[in-house]
């Protein structure tokens, strides 16, 4: 079956680093892309990774290992407005997007 | 980036109406919509498939008959929730996507389906 893992909540501070971790099984892999959602509203897209390697943008940064099935979401200089859920999706050999549970991160002063 | 809009954004009905929710591409023409459905802190779960003129993909156990969806032009697609009962309050959202190398989907920003 197909299988998308993340952590269900994680906590971090203002100012600091976090890291948010999927792990992937999937029917084929056509790219891993990384959504926030804030309660209440519909996905915004963050990024996109479908070669190996870390992609920077901003404060953000995602990571894959397509042999690990592996990737990482890597939020810098944390803001109270990154308290959000983050979902990890895989897009598998049908061009279709499976989805993880999504990781709420809270942020503390 | 491409926009999605959604209509309404929330509805609440009565038990045995039927409520229809579009999904509008404003700055794109959308070959495929894609149509899910979000329970509290679970994941999204992708309900249907649509490309323009054709019918739509449903998922294994979404009832077709039930959850009605058209997608009669490439910027509109419409959901149709027939005979509604409480079960079926949740928060549905809709995506597009075009014609682009990263198969990029964009969201609407949900309707909050309530059935009374």
């Known amino acids: 079956g197909q299988n998308i893992d993340q952590p269900t909540e994680m906590t971090a501070t203002e100012g600091a680093i976090v890291q948010i971790n999927c792990t992937y099984q999937?029917?084929?892999?056509?790219?891993l892309f990384w959504y926030q959602q804030h309660a209440g509203e519909a996905p915004t897209f963050l990024s996109y990774?479908?070669l190996d390697g870390l992609e920077e943008k901003g404060r953000f940064s995602s990571f894959l290992s397509r042999s690990k099935g592996y990737s990482y979401l890597l939020l810098k200089e944390l803001q109270m407005k990154d308290s959000a859920s983050y979902l990890c999706?895989?897009?598998?050999?049908?061009?279709?997007?499976?989805w993880g549970a999504g990781t709420k991160l809270i942020i503390k002063p | 980036g491409a926009v999605v809009s959604q209509h309404p954004s929330r509805v609440i009905c009565k038990s045995g109406t039927s409520v229809k929710i579009e999904c509008r591409s404003l700055?794109?023409?959308?070959?495929?919509m894609f149509w899910y459905r979000q329970f509290p802190k679970k994941s999204l779960m992708l309900m249907a498939t649509?490309?323009?003129?054709?019918?739509?993909?449903?998922e294994q156990g979404v009832e077709k008959d039930k959850f009605l969806i058209n997608h009669a032009s490439l910027t509109l697609s419409t959901l149709t929730v027939t005979s509604a009962h409480p079960e079926d309050s949740s928060f549905y959202i809709c995506s597009a996507a075009g014609e682009r190398e990263t198969y990029e989907q964009y969201f609407g920003p949900g309707t909050r389906l309530t059935v009374t």
């Open positions: 999706a895989v897009m598998d050999s049908n061009y279709q997007l499976i």
């Open positions: 700055d794109f023409q959308a070959t495929t």
């Open positions: 990774n479908v």
């Open positions: 649509s490309n323009e003129g054709s019918k739509a993909t449903y």
């Open positions: 999937t029917s084929g892999f056509n790219g």
